[in-house]
């Protein structure tokens, strides 16, 4: 399979938005399972305007998915992410 320049960027904000201490404990609490943004919030202990960056940032990269659920916006992570996820912690992550 040929590997476009398209995905090449795709790949390239994904691995880019993880270069980040913040982001990469998000996407630690998310491999347990889907959160809302208070929960985020509550266990990073980061201001809500701090975790709304990192989780739209994530979000746009294609790592968290998010829906809402009543009021709240809850995040989880995509299905590429989870991939990653399981190979980092693989590697002790």
């Keep these: 399979m040929a590997v476009t320049d398209e995905s090449l ?10 270069a980040s201490e913040p982001r990469l404990r998000i996407v630690q609490l998310l491999s347990n399972g889907q959160l809302h943004c208070q929960e985020v919030i509550g266990r990073l202990g980061l201001s809500q305007p701090a975790v709304s960056y990192h989780l739209g940032k994530l979000e746009r990269a294609g790592i968290l998915v998010k829906h809402r659920n009543g009021t709240r916006n809850c995040y989880q992570l995509s299905e590429a992410a989870q991939e990653l996820v399981h190979l980092m912690e693989k590697e002790g992550f």
């Design 9 to 18: 960027r795709e790949w390239s904000d994904r691995f880019s938005s993880l």
